[in-house]
């Protein structure tokens, strides 16, 4: 009989050994009640309570939590319908708040974000709800962080995984794009061909300059050679009077026909001359040849007498 009751209060004080003792895991937390009530939290790692009278609540993962945020109808500011879905990264930062605070916290959090979406896209227009996720995320972040506060939670991120228009809206919104690109196009080629029509009216503008400056040129080349050989006329004039003045009868010659030979070729070069009769004698013309080779000579005498 001692031997039974001696079983019976090992086996007792086993039982309540093993009810004092709690192994909480990595990454979570106990919350502990005493008679229902809550007392303190347990840490990862040994616990201890108190046989019979504490006893363990809420086992709460400390861990990062994600949560899908299933998808939802939401009317834009342009009274566009699109659906919307996303997903939750959260963490419990007190898990006697998330325990106690709320009944369930992932249907109350993802309720709130829900909630928040249609109240973020409801007031833009469709193009800034595709275009600015990155503002409504932020925005939906701050304000269920600040109400999820008081849950003992600490909400790390919210994003929109997707935004779907309807199907005649997506349509509408690839014809604009292919009238937009159109446009671009149409426009990207009305600069080149204006280019085009600059740079060769440039080309020729440069071409006229570089023609006008060759003919301006030429003219002074042309006005330089007829300046001297005016100025030849005019030494050879000169030395024709000053023979005539000494009285050299082939320097008249000379005079006569020089002048007679550049008759002659003002009629033969006219643009009305077909024929050309000449009524004169040969041998005067000839003669007047020999008297200019003769004043050539004097003249070689007279410099080659004045040379030192």
Do not use: C
């Not at 979406?117 to 962080?145: F, P, Q, W």
């Not at 006005?223 to 005539?244: G, H, K």
């Not at 013309?285 to 070689?300: T, W």
């Amino acid at each position: 009989m001692d031997n039974i009751l001696i079983l019976v209060f090992l086996g007792f004080v086993a039982v309540v050994v093993f009810r004092s003792i709690r192994f909480v895991p990595q990454g979570f937390n106990f919350t502990v009640e005493r008679f229902g009530k809550y007392t303190h939290t347990l840490p990862s790692g040994l616990g201890f309570l108190i046989p019979l009278i504490d006893s363990v609540g809420r086992k709460v993962n400390m861990m990062e939590q994600v949560l899908d945020v299933p998808s939802q109808d939401v009317i834009t500011k342009d009274n566009a319908v699109v659906k919307v879905d996303g997903v939750i990264f959260y963490q419990v930062l007190d898990a006697a708040k998330s325990a106690y605070e709320v009944s369930n916290l992932e249907q109350a959090t993802i309720a709130l974000v829900m909630t928040n979406i249609r109240t973020a896209i409801g007031s833009m227009d469709l193009d800034e709800s595709l275009s600015k996720r990155d503002e409504i995320n932020a925005r939906l972040m701050r304000v269920v962080d600040d109400a999820t506060h008081p849950w003992g939670i600490k909400v790390n991120r919210i994003e929109l995984k997707d935004i779907q228009p309807p199907r005649d809206l997506v349509d509408a919104m690839a014809r604009q794009m292919k009238a937009e690109r159109e446009k671009r196009a149409a426009i990207l080629e009305a600069e080149g061909s204006r280019a085009s029509e600059i740079l060769r009216a440039e080309g020729e503008k440069q071409g006229a300059v570089l023609e006008a400056e060759g003919r301006r040129e030429a003219a002074f080349r042309d006005a330089e050679a007829r300046e001297r050989l005016a100025e030849a006329e005019a030494r050879a004039t000169e030395m024709v009077s000053q023979a005539i003045a000494k009285g050299d009868v082939q320097a008249i010659n000379y005079f006569v026909a020089n002048n007679y030979i550049k008759a002659l070729q003002a009629l033969a070069t006219s643009p009305n001359q077909k024929t050309l009769i000449l009524p004169v004698e040969l041998t005067s013309v000839v003669g007047s040849i020999a008297g200019i080779a003769e004043i050539a000579k004097a003249v070689g005498k007279k410099q080659g007498a004045s040379a030192p």
